[in-house]
C-alpha cells in the first residue's frame, strides 16, 4: 500500500504544480515591487554633477508630484529612455530627478548629459550608490514616482517608453495629482 | 505558393500522426498485425511531411517573402543570409516548427533503427511518439501558424533583434531542441513500456543512445549558449542562474541521471522503476522550460515572445502528456521489480548514490526557479532567487558527486571493495591535494574554496586517467598487450573516460574563471596603456565602420607582454540600421591560461572612450571540456552494441571479450 503511494507521489506533485502554473499564468511576473513603496523617501543628499550648481536631496521632493530617474552614462537602456525624458520634460508633463549612478569620473554623467540633453530639474551625482540604496535600486534604469507628500508611490523597473507611460505611469500621476 | 505547400504538409502530417498513434496503440492490443505494420512508415512519412514543411518556411526566409507575416516581423532584405536562415526559428512560430521537425526527425529515426526492437515495443514507441506529434502540431495550426499571411505585403521586414544576428545564437537553439525534443524519445520508450508492463535489460540498452544523443546535444547547446552570453554581453559572465538557463539545465542534469540509471537496469536488472521515472521527469522538464520561456510566467533576460495564452496550451499539453505518464507509472510501476540484488559498496551503489545527488541538484534548482512564482501566487511578496541562492546549495551536492566519479568506475559490478579501490586511488589523491595546496600557496590564500575547486577538478581528471590506464593495465609489464587493449577498449568505455575527463577540465575552468577574474574599467585615449594581469593593453585607435546592416565603433588594442606584442584585438559596438539597438562584440583572445577579453563602449567627446578590459582565467576549459564530452558521447553512440540493425546475437568472440571492458562501458 505504501508502495502504491509512492508511485503515486508524481502525478500528485504534477497536480499541484499544474494548480500553481495555472494562477501564476494570471500574474504579471514584470512588476516587482520595492519594500519601499508606500513609504517617505529615505533621507539622502547627493552632490551636485560637474557644471551644475545644485546637488539632489531628499528634501526637494516635497510638495509636488515627481519622477525621480536613476541613470549612467554606462547604461545602454538608459540611452533608449533618454529621447522619451526628453519629451516628458519639453511638454511640461512632470518634474523629472535624475540620480547619475556609478559613473566611472566625474565628467563622464555631465558630458552624455550635455551631448543628448537634459531632461532633468535637478541631478545627483551619486558615484558611490548612496541615493541608489536609498531608494533600494536593483539595476538602471529604474524610476519611482513621489508623492507630493514626499511618499515613494510605485516603482518601475526598466526603461520608461510610451506605451508603458500612457498605460501605467501616467495614470498613477494623475491620481496622485488629484489627492 | 510553396507556403501554402508547406502548411498542406503540416496539416497532413496532423493527420499521418493520428494514424500512427491509433495503430501503433490499437494494433498490438488487438494483436493486429496489419495495423502494427502501418506505424513505422507512417512515422517515416510524418518526418518527410514535417521536413517539407520547414523546407518551405525556410524558402519564404530565404527569399524574404514578406507577405508571410512571420518572414515580415523577423527577418529584412538587409540581413545576411546565415541569419536569413536563422530567422526561421528566431520566433515563435518557426521554432515551434523546429521542435515539431525534431520530433518528427526523432519518431523516424526509432522507425529506421528500431530494426532490432520488439515488434510490439517499436509500435508503441512509436505511438507516444506521434501522440506528443498530434499535440504540437495541433498547436502550430490552431494557434501559432507560421504560414499566416500578411495583408497588404510590406515592402521590407522588420529585421531581427540584433542581439540575435550572432553565429552563436543562430546556431544554440537547434542544438538544444535536438537535446530537449531527444528526450521525448526516451519518454516514448518509458510509456510504451509502461503500457507493456514489460521492463527488462534489453528495454534499457535500447533506451541508452537515445538518452545518448539527446544528453549529447544538451550539452552541446547548453555550451554554446553559455558561450554566446560569454561574449555577447560584454561583461565576461558566462552563467547567470536565469529561469531560461535553468529550463535547459534541469533536463541535463536529469538526463545525466538517466544515462547512469540506465546503465544499472541493463547490466544489473535493477532500478528499473526509478529509471523509467527519470526518462519521464527528463521530458517533463524539457516541456516545464518551453512553458517557462513561452509564458511569461518568470522574468528573465531572454526575452523571448512570451504570451500567457500560449502558456496555457503549453501548461494543458504539459500536463497531459506527463500526467498521463504519470498516471502510468502509478499503475505499472508498483509492479516493476528487479531481480539485481545491491551492496551499497558496489559500482552500482555508487551510480546510485550520484542518481540521487542529479536528482536532488536538478530539484533544487527547479525550487529556486519555480519559488518566485510560488510567493506570486500566495501573495507573499515578489522576489526574485539569484545566483547566491544557486551556489550555496547546487555546489555542495556536486562536490561529493564529482568525488564519487573519480571512484565508482574503478569499483566492480555487484560486490565493490571500497577500502581496495580507494587505496587504489591514494596517488591520485595526492595529486589533487597538491594541486589544491599548490593553488592556495602560490596564487590564492583568501579563496579556500577556489583552491578546492581546483583540486576536484585535479581529482576527477587523475582518475579517471587512472581508472582508463588500469583498464588497458598500462601499468604492468608488456606494452604490446596494453597497446591491443588500448585498441579493444569498446567504444562506449571510451566515452566514458572522454566525458569524465571533459567535465573535470571543465570544473577547472569554472572554478578559475569564477574565482581570479581581473577587470579594469576606465575610460582610454589612443596611446594610453592599461595593465591587466601582467597583459599592457594599448589602445591604438578607434574608428566607425560599415556593417552589411550596422555600423560600429571598432576599436584596436595591442597587447604587449614585457616588451613583445602578443595580440591585437578589434572589439566592437554595434548600432544596428533597422532597430537602432546597440550590441556589443566583445574582441576575445583565447590562450591557455585563459581570455583576453576587450569591450569598447562610448566616445566621451574629447578623444577618449569607455573601455573594460578583462583577464578571464582557464575560460577556454570550460568549452573545450564541454566540447570533450560531447565528443564522448558521440563515440559512444557509435558503440557496436548500439549499431544500426545490430543483431541481439553477437559473434562468439565478441562474447569471449573480458569482463573488465564489459563492466566499464558507461
Not at chain 1, 137 to 146: C, L, Q, R, Y
Request: aromatic share 12%; glycine share 10%.
Amino acid at each position: 500500500m505504501i508502495k502504491r503511494l509512492l508511485f503515486l507521489t508524481p502525478i500528485l506533485v504534477l497536480g499541484v504544480l499544474a494548480i500553481y502554473f495555472t494562477l501564476g499564468l494570471q500574474r504579471d511576473s514584470k512588476i516587482l515591487p520595492s519594500v519601499l513603496i508606500n513609504t517617505p523617501v529615505p533621507e539622502f543628499s547627493l552632490a551636485a554633477i560637474e557644471g551644475a550648481e545644485q546637488g539632489f536631496s531628499s528634501l526637494d521632493l516635497k510638495g509636488k508630484v515627481t519622477l525621480v530617474n536613476i541613470f549612467g552614462s554606462w547604461c545602454y537602456a538608459c540611452l533608449a529612455e533618454h529621447p522619451f525624458l526628453m519629451q516628458l520634460t519639453k511638454n511640461k508633463v512632470l518634474p523629472i530627478y535624475g540620480i547619475d549612478w556609478r559613473e566611472q569620473d566625474r565628467t563622464s554623467g555631465p558630458r552624455w548629459l550635455k551631448r543628448r540633453g537634459n531632461p532633468y530639474v535637478l541631478v545627483g551625482d551619486d558615484p558611490k550608490s548612496r541615493g541608489a540604496i536609498a531608494f533600494g535600486v536593483t539595476g538602471a534604469p529604474e524610476s519611482f514616482i513621489v508623492d507630493k507628500a514626499g511618499i515613494i508611490r510605485y516603482k518601475h523597473i526598466g526603461v520608461i517608453n510610451e506605451a508603458n507611460w500612457n498605460q501605467t505611469l501616467f495614470p498613477i500621476v494623475q491620481k496622485l495629482r488629484q489627492k | 505558393m510553396i507556403s501554402e505547400l508547406g502548411h498542406f504538409a503540416l496539416i497532413m502530417a496532423l493527420g499521418v500522426a493520428a494514424v500512427q498513434a491509433f495503430t501503433g496503440l490499437a494494433g498490438p492490443w488487438r494483436g493486429n498485425e496489419n495495423w502494427s505494420a502501418i506505424v513505422a512508415p507512417a512515422a517515416l512519412l510524418q518526418a518527410v511531411l514535417v521536413s517539407l514543411s520547414f523546407a518551405a518556411l525556410t524558402h519564404a526566409f530565404v527569399t524574404s517573402d514578406f507577405s508571410l507575416a512571420i518572414v515580415a516581423n523577423n527577418s529584412h532584405t538587409l540581413k545576411p543570409m546565415l541569419y536569413k536562415v536563422s530567422g526561421v526559428w528566431g520566433n515563435h512560430e518557426g521554432s515551434m516548427l523546429m521542435w515539431a521537425l525534431i520530433l518528427a526527425l526523432y519518431g523516424g529515426a526509432v522507425a529506421f533503427f528500431g530494426g532490432n526492437l520488439r515488434p510490439s515495443l517499436k509500435a508503441r514507441v512509436l505511438a507516444v511518439q506521434a501522440l506528443i506529434g498530434i499535440g504540437i502540431l495541433a498547436f502550430i495550426l490552431f494557434t501559432s501558424n507560421p504560414f499566416a499571411r500578411l495583408s497588404p505585403a510590406p515592402f521590407d521586414g522588420s529585421g531581427l533583434n540584433p542581439l540575435l544576428q550572432d553565429p552563436g545564437l543562430a546556431f544554440h537553439p537547434p542544438l538544444l531542441y535536438l537535446g530537449y525534443v531527444g528526450l521525448s524519445t526516451t519518454f516514448s520508450f518509458a510509456a510504451a513500456a509502461l503500457i507493456e508492463g514489460r521492463i527488462d535489460a534489453a528495454w534499457a540498452r535500447w533506451v541508452r543512445p537515445w538518452t545518448l544523443a539527446a544528453w549529447g546535444f544538451l550539452t552541446g547547446g547548453i555550451a554554446l549558449g553559455s558561450w554566446w552570453a560569454y561574449y555577447e554581453l560584454g561583461w565576461g559572465g558566462w552563467w547567470f542562474w536565469d529561469p531560461v538557463e535553468n529550463a535547459s539545465f534541469m533536463p541535463w542534469l536529469a538526463a545525466t541521471a538517466l544515462l547512469h540509471s540506465a546503465i544499472v537496469s541493463e547490466k544489473r536488472d535493477a532500478l528499473k522503476a526509478w529509471t523509467v521515472f527519470l526518462a519521464i521527469i527528463a521530458f517533463a522538464l524539457s516541456l516545464l522550460g518551453t512553458f517557462l520561456v513561452r509564458s511569461g510566467v518568470l522574468t528573465s533576460v531572454h526575452a523571448f515572445a512570451s504570451d500567457p495564452s500560449r502558456g496555457v496550451f503549453i501548461l494543458a499539453f504539459l500536463v497531459v502528456t506527463v500526467g498521463a505518464a504519470f498516471a502510468l507509472f502509478a499503475w505499472r510501476g508498483p509492479n516493476l521489480t528487479g531481480r539485481g540484488t545491491f551492496d551499497p559498496i558496489s559500482r552500482e551503489g555508487g551510480l546510485v548514490i550520484n542518481n540521487f545527488l542529479l536528482t536532488v541538484a536538478a530539484a533544487s534548482v527547479l525550487l529556486g526557479t519555480l519559488y518566485p512564482m510560488f510567493l506570486d501566487v500566495l501573495d507573499l511578496g515578489k522576489v526574485s532567487v539569484g545566483a547566491p541562492y544557486f551556489n550555496t546549495v547546487f555546489i555542495p551536492m556536486m562536490i561529493p558527486a564529482i568525488i564519487l566519479m573519480g571512484v565508482a568506475p574503478l569499483m566492480q559490478w555487484k560486490r565493490g571493495d571500497g577500502a581496495k579501490a580507494v587505496a587504489r586511488l591514494k596517488f591520485v589523491f595526492m595529486i589533487a591535494a597538491a594541486v589544491g595546496f599548490g593553488f592556495w600557496l602560490f596564487l590564492d590564500r583568501a579563496s579556500a574554496l577556489a583552491s578546492f575547486g581546483m583540486a576536484l577538478a585535479a581529482w576527477l581528471l587523475a582518475a579517471t586517467l587512472y581508472e582508463f590506464a588500469s583498464r588497458v593495465r598500462l601499468f604492468e609489464p608488456g606494452l604490446a598487450d596494453t597497446w591491443r587493449r588500448i585498441r579493444h577498449q569498446p567504444r562506449a568505455s571510451w566515452g566514458m573516460t572522454l566525458a569524465h575527463g571533459g567535465l573535470a577540465i571543465a570544473v577547472a575552468g569554472m572554478t578559475a574563471s569564477s574565482a581570479w577574474r581581473s577587470e579594469s574599467i576606465q575610460v582610454m585615449h589612443p596611446g594610453d596603456t592599461v595593465t591587466v594581469s601582467g597583459y599592457e593593453f594599448t589602445l591604438k585607435g578607434a574608428e566607425t565602420i560599415q556593417g552589411p546592416n550596422y555600423q560600429a565603433l571598432q576599436g584596436r588594442f595591442e597587447v604587449n607582454q614585457g616588451g613583445r606584442l602578443l595580440y591585437t584585438l578589434v572589439p566592437e559596438k554595434r548600432t544596428y540600421l533597422v532597430s537602432r539597438q546597440p550590441t556589443t562584440e566583445a574582441a576575445i583572445q583565447p590562450t591557455f591560461l585563459g581570455d583576453l577579453y576587450a569591450v569598447i563602449g562610448d566616445a566621451d567627446g574629447k578623444g577618449g572612450y569607455v573601455t573594460r578590459l578583462y583577464f578571464n582565467p582557464l575560460v577556454p576549459w570550460m568549452w573545450t571540456g564541454a566540447l570533450i564530452m560531447v565528443l564522448g558521447a558521440g563515440i559512444s553512440l557509435t558503440d557496436r552494441r548500439y549499431r544500426i540493425g545490430a543483431p541481439s546475437k553477437r559473434p562468439a568472440r565478441q562474447e569471449a571479450e573480458p569482463e573488465a571492458g564489459a563492466g566499464a562501458k558507461a
